[in-house]
């Protein structure tokens, strides 16, 4: 098992009055090495609340999060920074590359913070094999500048994957596509899923995107079901 939410509540003080909006309304979730799960449900429901909190982004009002079995409330900042890094890899709608760096450059970003030698040394040469995977590694040295919006998402991928995560967590991944970039990153994240055996959890409005993974929940008034 890579997460587990047990009975997971959010809410947030309503600024007009001394009341609680309540977001997120008891949920448990397992997600194993593998799986392949699809949120959806309209917006404003709470669908990256939940996906925040799974990447400890976000805190819950109450309830446990584990990771690896391991109850994360015991863990410091710098601790959940490291998980971020290692074992979680986070996929946006916007693709968050920086302008000043070329795609290589981009793709190797979160290992610089790694310390061991070995994987830094390695690292060059996975990013290299993973650019290839996804059909950039003629663009390596080009910046986001030159890049369409489809190819910047690949390097975002590809970025995700780099420090060889147990799983990704995408928000409204192929939301500012076009159709056909939209097309090539959902069979891009499930081609990682199914080849690389790297859970995925997805929130998308894509109902087209939802349906390539295994398992499809729908949140709706702070309720999870399938």
Do not use: W
């Not at 600024?15 to 609680?20: I, K, L, P």
């Not at 799986?35 to 669908?47: N, Q």
């Not at 995977?133 to 995700?160: M, T, W």
């Amino acid at each position: 098992m890579i997460i587990e939410l047990e009975n997971i509540y959010k809410s947030y003080q309503n600024n007009s009055s001394s009341s609680q909006i309540k977001v997120l309304d008891n949920i448990s979730l397992k997600i194993n090495s593998g799986d392949s799960i699809a949120i959806v449900g309209p917006s404003g429901c709470g669908k990256s609340t939940l996906l925040n909190i799974m990447g400890t982004l976000d805190k819950a009002s109450s309830g446990i999060i584990k990771i690896n079995n391991d109850d994360i409330s015991k863990f410091n900042d710098k601790k959940l920074a490291e998980i971020r890094n290692q074992k979680i890899g986070f996929v946006f709608q916007m693709h968050h590359l920086l302008p000043q760096l070329n795609l290589l450059e981009n793709v190797l970003l979160p290992t610089l913070i790694v310390k061991e030698t070995k994987h830094k040394e390695s690292a060059k040469s996975r990013a290299l094999e993973l650019l290839r995977f996804v059909g950039l590694e003629d663009k390596i040295k080009q910046y986001p500048g030159q890049l369409s919006g489809g190819e910047c998402q690949r390097a975002s991928v590809v970025r995700a994957l780099i420090n060889q995560p147990e799983i990704i967590l995408a928000d409204e991944p192929t939301g500012s596509l076009d159709q056909e970039s939209a097309d090539q990153i959902g069979e891009l994240l499930s081609k990682i899923n199914k080849e690389q055996n790297v859970a995925l959890v997805l929130v998308t409005h894509s109902l087209e995107l939802a349906n390539k993974m295994k398992v499809i929940y729908k949140l709706n008034n702070g309720k999870l079901n399938t």
